[in-house]
């Protein structure tokens, strides 16, 4: 074999960092020890991964094109030794979440994960859709947990659950009162929305189709927390996953309101990239999903 996979990981590292020096403090590396086996992997095929512009490292067309496969084939090499040392950390995942999947669902999914005699480690980061798609794009990210509709042709988004947008408002709010609210009723309220980029976002704009330039939104907000108390603070009314208001109706500190000719129907998906290799740990993740 040409290659080893040290030098493979130093090309990733480059790839991701942009800057051979950095990539070698991510490796325990020195610099020069780096750049010699990045040297080296290209002078063994004749090739060039990278543009060099002063200390910058910018993937070229083939270096973008052999990433996904080295990404493959190191994570299948990964597992491999894992599974032949019984290593503590076999079925390590790095996942992403939107805010709701993230504050919500994915923690109690995190729990059953972990709770297995290897102990395997769970790193979450939660974001909006489109961080958390560039993020498994870039293959920063093993698996996302995402709200939003997408379309990437990089990756693999795969319906995991339905879901439903509720507005909701306090309980001394003068639309608590009504049985169905009208368009009218609508356009003449203030909102606290989530912010643009969300994918509760989209699902509430899709849903309100027709009417949003006559919407009055007083706050964007990136939490769901902070549109819940501004709500009960009677700033405002507000549309959020049924999710997440869940425990807030079973108090009484918010209410429901009925908006039957509007459609906040969605899904939740999980988003792969297409060339990631499907590890037991990411089956296993989706599996208890599913379960949820």
Request: proline fraction near 3%; aromatic fraction near 8%; hydrophobic fraction near 40%.
């Amino acid at each position: 074999m040409k290659y080893s996979f040290r030098q493979l990981e130093v090309f990733l590292a480059a790839a991701h960092f942009q800057n051979i020096t950095r990539a070698a403090e991510s490796l325990a590396m020195s610099q020069s020890a780096a750049s010699s086996a990045l040297k080296e992997l290209e002078n063994q095929f004749d090739i060039q991964l990278f543009d060099r512009v002063g200390k910058r490292l910018q993937l070229n067309e083939l270096g973008r094109l052999y990433r996904p496969k080295a990404e493959s084939l190191l994570a299948q090499a990964t597992e491999l030794e894992q599974a032949l040392s019984k290593h503590s950390e076999v079925g390590a995942l790095k996942v992403g979440a939107t805010l709701t999947i993230g504050n919500y669902l994915a923690v109690g999914v995190m729990a059953q994960y972990m709770n297995t005699p290897t102990r395997p480690k769970v790193s979450l980061e939660v974001a909006n859709t489109s961080t958390i798609a560039k993020r498994v794009r870039d293959f920063e990210l093993d698996i996302g947990l995402i709200e939003g509709e997408l379309q990437a042709s990089e990756l693999e988004v795969i319906p995991w659950r339905e879901d439903r947008l509720v507005a909701f408002c306090s309980p001394t709010h003068p639309l608590a009162a009504k049985g169905e609210l009208t368009d009218d009723d609508l356009r003449g309220a203030t909102w606290i929305l989530r912010e643009q980029g969300s994918g509760t976002r989209q699902s509430f704009e899709r849903g309100m189709h027709g009417l949003l330039p006559d919407l009055n939104v007083l706050l964007e907000l990136e939490h769901t927390e902070a549109i819940k108390r501004a709500v009960e603070a009677d700033l405002g009314i507000g549309c959020l996953s049924e999710v997440v208001l869940a425990d807030a109706f079973k108090r009484g500190s918010l209410v429901p309101l009925k908006v039957p000719h509007r459609q906040f129907d969605r899904h939740f998906y999980f988003i792969l990239h297409k060339q990631k290799y499907r590890s037991a740990g990411i089956a296993r993740w989706m599996a208890l999903c599913q379960e949820l």
